[in-house]
Nanobody, 114 residues
Framework: VQLQASGGGLVQAGGSLRLSCSAS????????AGWYRQTPGKQRELVAG???????NYADSVKGRFTISRDIRANTMYLQMNSLKPEDTAVYYC?????????WGQGTQVTVSS
């Protein structure tokens, strides 16, 4: 399974970005999957995710601003990020649980300027 994350970039505070994660060699379907982020010196943290029961969960810091979604037919997962803040600056990774293990995308940089 290969995941390709894209959509990162530089944006001013208050702006929006939409990240995409496309899968090949496997399907998102309704599997557990999510978006994570990591900054230097810190552990990777969950930003938003789909549980196996198809419910969603969000980090408290992004609730009301970020929305996770997926297009089953396009085999793509998205993260709509609105009202971005400088503290959202990080490398964002997508992940899917498939065939008994986690698969990670390569990461896409999001930089929010103040």
């Amino acid at each position: 399974v290969q995941l390709q994350a894209s959509g990162g970039g530089l944006v001013q505070a208050g702006g929006s970005l939409r990240l995409s994660c496309s899968a090949s060699g496997g399907t998102f379907g309704y599997r557990a999957a999510g978006w994570y982020r990591q900054t230097p010196g810190k552990q990777r943290e969950l930003v938003a995710g789909f549980r196996a029961d198809r419910t969603t969960n969000y980090a408290d810091s992004v609730k009301g601003r970020f929305t996770i979604s997926r297009d089953i037919r396009a085999n793509t997962m998205y993260l709509q990020m609105n009202s971005l803040k400088p503290e959202d600056t990080a490398v964002y990774y997508c992940k899917i649980f498939h065939l008994g293990r986690d698969w990670w995308g390569q990461g896409t940089q999001v930089t929010v300027s103040s």
